[in-house]
């Protein structure tokens, strides 16, 4: 049994930096990994301490990390993990209190660790899988999956939301809106049948499951943009692969546009303080949602970025990836 390849593959939810762990037995032998990097667990013969690899990493040779029970006993008690970790353990369960979804989240053990996963593939009668789009600031996620949806409409489509407000001329019932009464509107929100809704301009606006279901029923793969609801929507049923839209931020702004307008007049211009926000957002996102995100796309432009999605979305039907196994099992 020993000899057998080991099938037991963990995404780690956390940073592990060996040289900085004062409890492992030896530094040396540590191996050091990133939220998100998917582990074999070559042994788990020691209750402490796991010998792992990392899946795509040319080097053999396992390392010591620390064993799930370890971890969450140790991130309590000692706080030796790096920061990062305690504060994106703190927002998710703040996030989680907001809503009411169960899902499989991760974050609902008490501290984020590992996460069992397996390899899936999508079979062709099957139904294609949610994909869910997280931006931060500046990456503009609407416009991108209007984009893609409107270059390939037959394969990719919106769930169609629910509104309050009353029907325009040009427009047709459960094509841009299920028009509805405010009565049923707030029926259905107490029946939880909305993902996320929201007020704009005194009138009710909602997402609804049964959206997602019903292109999803047409074969088509739904992409949706919400953002904390991600973590209900974590589920077997949909198997959510999340992607992670981040805008490429300079370092700094670039000179030549300070120099061509010197004082005010800016309007419009990136400044050192946008660029900043921009960065603590897409901090932010990687705190609270890093551990169920799949794929981080940079975006540089709006073109190059829905080359890079067409390609992500395509692959997503042809090929295996890391789900949680608890959604094949
Ligand atoms: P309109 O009424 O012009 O079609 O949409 C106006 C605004 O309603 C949008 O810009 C957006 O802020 C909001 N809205 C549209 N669909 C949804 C939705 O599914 N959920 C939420 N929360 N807001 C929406």
Known sequence: DRLKESKVFMRALFDYVPLEDKATPCQEAGLPFKKGDILQVVSHDDQTWWQAKRVGDSNLRAGLIPSKHFQERYGRMFA?????????FRLSRKDRQGSAGEGSDPGDSDFLTYEEVTRYQQRPNERPRLVVL?????????ELKQRVIAENPHRYAVAVPHTTRPKKPHEKEGVEYHFVTKQQFDTDVINNKFIEHGEYKENQYGTSIEAIRSVQAKSKMCIVDVQPEVLRLRTTEFKPYVIFVKPRIPESRRRRSAATSPGGGDHG??????????RQSALQIEQQYGHVVDR???KEDSASACVELRGILERLEREAFWVPLCWVR
């Open 80 to 88: 030796l993990v790096p920061s990062g970790l305690r504060r994106s």
């Open 134 to 142: 997280i931006g931060s600031l500046g990456a503009r996620i609407n």
């Open 269 to 278: 211009r990136t400044t050192d303080e946008d660029l900043q926000e921009m």
């Open 296 to 298: 981080v796309l940079i």
